[in-house]
């Protein structure tokens, strides 16, 4: 079973930043769909999915698809997949479901049949009536959508934005594969200075300093398929050793640059900047962003300012928004990306960006909004 069929699930708007990952990670994408990059690969391909992809939610493993329209298509079908080639006798496999425009709309349900599908395709192949399921973790998901039953597993574990650098609790943080998503967005290069002037905890630089330095994303943590007998624990050394060697370590950048109004804030970002191993490529400054200015030629804005989303704060943020456009605006030669829920940014902001796209944060619908400056010349990237 060298050839296995991934997905790479995303939050809705980020499909094509985790396509282009994939594709730069060699792998050949078969099917682009709302939530999922559905693409082909060997073992290796689990471990370094993981490892490297910035955008994506979780890699999940495709077991089968197949239409089913009522409760005995579902069993049927699941049993005959080859559970017993992925899990070991003693995997644990709990069942997750949802259900879209489907005839089955009892998740619950969907949940149970799956599993005694599952649990009876194991007795056909270990020979036994029980499992303990102390073993290693296969959580399972059936997805239903109008009628068609996608089942997988979970190569990931906890969600790929746990990095592992972020160990501090912060109100209202924005989610590490967003912030990454936000900068691919918006072909920014190391070479060019980019500031967020409402950094927080420091995620969006965090992750910039993270590309340029070509630090895989999943070095600090673990993953769920470490444990499966499935991909020898051989793989997972040989794409960890592969990745450290990618890494670029060269002195620190000095163009990146954080500000917030927030002591405390700061001093968290530093702390999880430390965490990171960038903290040397980061400025970070308590500064509020009326102090804002700058004689760079030349950069990049990318910031996910306050949104405003209880009634009394939404005055506040309005006025903010009109402070950003007094101070972005005559910078013509910048280019600035922001993300926000707000839906009267741009009047407030006092120019149409070039470009929006919709995002979600935390499961906040917002749009992240792009105005586009002129590339620099050559030898001008951080003048």
């Given at each position: 079973?060298?050839?296995?069929?991934?997905?790479?699930?995303?939050?809705?708007?980020?499909?094509?930043?985790?396509?282009?990952?994939?594709?730069?990670?060699?792998?050949?994408?078969?099917?682009?769909?709302?939530?999922?990059?559905?693409?082909?690969?060997?073992?290796?391909?689990?471990?370094?999915?993981?490892?490297?992809?910035?955008?994506?939610?979780?890699?999940?493993l495709k077991v089968g698809e197949f239409e089913a329209y009522d409760f005995d298509q579902l069993y049927e079908q699941t049993r005959q997949?080859?559970?017993?080639?992925?899990?070991?006798?003693?995997?644990?496999?709990?069942?997750?479901?949802?259900?879209?425009?489907?005839?089955?709309?009892?998740?619950?349900?969907?949940?149970?049949?799956?599993?005694?599908?599952?649990?009876?395709?194991?007795?056909?192949?270990?020979?036994?009536?029980?499992?303990?399921?102390?073993?290693?973790?296969?959580?399972?998901?059936?997805?239903?959508?109008?009628?068609?039953?996608?089942?997988?597993?979970?190569?990931?574990?906890?969600?790929?934005?746990?990095?592992?650098?972020?160990?501090l609790s912060t109100p209202a943080p924005l989610q590490e594969t967003i912030a990454a998503g936000m900068i691919r967005l918006s072909k920014?290069?190391?070479?060019?200075?980019?500031?967020?002037?409402?950094?927080?905890?420091?995620?969006?630089?965090?992750?910039?300093?993270?590309?340029?330095?070509?630090?895989?994303?999943?070095?600090?943590?673990?993953?769920?398929?470490?444990?499966?007998?499935?991909?020898?624990?051989?793989?997972?050394?040989?794409?960890?050793?592969?990745?450290?060697?990618?890494?670029?370590?060269?002195?620190?950048?000095?163009?990146?640059?954080?500000?917030?109004?927030?002591?405390?804030?700061?001093?968290?970002?530093?702390?999880?900047?430390?965490?990171?191993?960038?903290?040397?490529?980061?400025?970070?400054?308590?500064?509020?962003?009326?102090?804002?200015?700058?004689?760079?030629?030349?950069?990049?804005?990318?910031?996910?300012?306050?949104?405003?989303?209880?009634?009394?704060?939404?005055?506040?943020a309005e006025k903010l928004y009109g402070l950003m456009g007094e101070k972005l605006r005559p910078l013509d030669t910048w280019s600035y990306?922001?993300?926000?829920?707000?839906?009267?940014?741009?009047?407030?902001?006092?120019?149409?960006?070039?470009?929006?796209?919709?995002?979600?944060?935390?499961?906040?619908?917002?749009?992240?909004?792009?105005?586009?400056?002129?590339?620099?010349?050559?030898?001008?990237?951080?003048?």
């Amino acid at each position: 079973m060298e050839e296995l069929t991934l997905i790479a699930t995303t939050t809705f708007g980020m499909e094509s930043v985790v396509k282009r990952e994939v594709k730069e990670l060699g792998y050949e994408i078969t099917r682009v769909q709302n939530g999922r990059v559905e693409f082909k690969g060997d073992r290796a391909a689990v471990c370094r999915a993981n490892l490297w992809l910035r955008g994506a939610e979780r890699v999940r493993l495709k077991v089968g698809e197949f239409e089913a329209y009522d409760f005995d298509q579902l069993y049927e079908q699941t049993r005959q997949l080859p559970w017993a080639d992925l899990m070991p006798e003693n995997a644990e496999f709990p069942v997750d479901g949802k259900s879209v425009d489907s005839q089955l709309h009892n998740v619950p349900s969907c949940q149970s049949i799956v599993k005694k599908a599952v649990v009876d395709s194991m007795k056909e192949n270990y020979y036994r009536k029980w499992f303990p399921e102390n073993g290693p973790r296969f959580n399972i998901e059936v997805a239903l959508h109008k009628d068609k039953a996608l089942l997988t597993i979970d190569t990931s574990g906890t969600g790929l934005h746990k990095r592992g650098y972020r160990k501090l609790s912060t109100p209202a943080p924005l989610q590490e594969t967003i912030a990454a998503g936000m900068i691919r967005l918006s072909k920014w290069e190391p070479d060019r200075i980019l500031i967020d002037p409402f950094c927080g905890s420091g995620t969006i630089l965090i992750e910039a300093a993270m590309m340029a330095h070509r630090i895989a994303p999943g070095l600090l943590r673990s993953f769920d398929a470490e444990d499966w007998p499935l991909i020898p624990d051989q793989l997972w050394e040989e794409e960890r050793d592969r990745a450290r060697k990618k890494r670029v370590s060269e002195p620190g950048l000095r163009l990146l640059m954080g500000l917030d109004i927030d002591e405390e804030m700061i001093s968290i970002a530093r702390f999880h900047a430390r965490e990171a191993g960038v903290l040397d490529d980061i400025h970070f400054q308590d500064k509020p962003f009326s102090d804002f200015s700058t004689g760079r030629k030349y950069g990049y804005v990318i910031t996910n300012p306050p949104y405003g989303e209880r009634m009394d704060d939404q005055k506040t943020a309005e006025k903010l928004y009109g402070l950003m456009g007094e101070k972005l605006r005559p910078l013509d030669t910048w280019s600035y990306y922001i993300l926000t829920s707000h839906s009267d940014f741009e009047d407030h902001f006092g120019k149409k960006a070039s470009k929006r796209r919709k995002l979600y944060n935390g499961g906040i619908e917002c749009q992240y909004y792009q105005y586009y400056g002129p590339w620099p010349p050559s030898n001008g990237g951080s003048s």
